[in-house]
């Protein structure tokens, strides 16, 4: 079946059909339609709404690959499936929270279907290996020495008990160098722990103001399951474009850990506190890693 590249989003730009990359953050062309079908061409936004009514949309379709070749795609079975369901949670999510953001609803859709469709999710840990509905592709490692850098588009979430103090820092002086989010997570005797989840040194790093780790316990399916409920919709939150367009701050984990307890299930924040003498980030001027 035909259908709209997921890389790509139209845009109505006055009376045109912009052809917005999502990937790359940039508008490829914009195109002159009839203007009695312009509704008709951003409805094309919607796979699902494609998927269902073929007819309908088969010469907006092929008008589209005319104008940029890339824009259409041939898709069925199960990828379809994932990608509607993909693009349904993205839009769900924008209507429910695009009050929280000054971005108009349309591109919090879109800055959510970028981090879906192209952020690497890594995970580290030797005993964790989270399932998540939407993002299907988790590069899972049990050590950090195959890192050697950071990505801007990537989200590394990382099992604090799976690792020595000093392999910590050495990723964290990584992390921090190279601008890079991670989220940090583990289970104690009384709490699930998510975070610090940080960005560069832009909210301090895991060692600010603190001598030791946490004294951790081992993460059951059941822990893991609890984390990866509420990881899925934290990674959305960490695009780059929504963090930088947030008023409110509706994370777990930014800058801080989000902690329930197991047997009252009350949750409570702790907000980390910065040092300007911390030996990792040195309150955000950062050491070169050795
Ligand atoms: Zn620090």
Redesign the pocket.
């Known amino acids: 079946m035909l259908i709209k590249n997921k890389k790509y989003h139209l845009i109505k730009e006055q009376e045109l059909i912009a052809i917005y990359n999502i990937q790359e953050q940039k508008v490829e062309k914009l195109i002159k339609v009839d203007p009695l079908l312009i509704e008709c061409y951003l409805e094309v936004n919607s796979t699902k709404a494609i998927a269902e009514q073929q007819e309908k949309y088969h010469h907006v379709l092929t008008n589209l690959q005319k104008a940029w070749p890339d824009l259409i795609v041939d898709m069925d079975g199960e990828k379809l499936e994932q990608l509607i369901e993909l693009e349904e949670a993205a839009r769900e999510f924008a209507r429910l929270n695009h009050h929280y953001f000054s971005l108009k609803e349309e591109m919090i859709f879109i800055n959510v279907k970028e981090t879906l469709s192209f952020y690497t999710v890594n995970n580290f840990s030797k005993s964790v290996d989270f399932k998540f509905s939407l993002l299907k592709d988790i590069h899972q490692y049990t050590a950090f020495s195959n890192k050697k850098k950071g990505e801007q588009k990537e989200i590394n979430l990382i099992d604090i008990a799976s690792f020595e103090k000093e392999e910590l820092q050495y990723f ?1 002086t990584m992390m921090l160098r190279d601008d890079s989010i991670r989220i940090y997570y583990y289970n104690t005797v009384q709490d699930v722990v998510l975070g610090e989840g940080l960005v560069g ?1 832009d909210y ?6 603190k001598d030791e780790l946490p004294d951790t316990s081992e993460i059951t399916a059941e822990v893991s399951s609890l984390i990866a409920s509420l990881l899925q919709f934290e990674i959305i939150k960490y695009n780059r474009n929504l963090l930088a367009f947030l008023n409110e701050d509706i994370t777990l984990t930014k800058g801080k850990k989000f902690l329930i307890n197991k047997s009252t299930f009350e949750a409570q924040d702790i907000h980390i506190k ?2 300007s003498v ?6 955000g001027t950062v050491r070169k890693v050795v």
């Open positions: 964290e040194s301090g790093c895991l060692f600010c103001n910065r040092s911390c030996t990792c980030c040195a309150g």
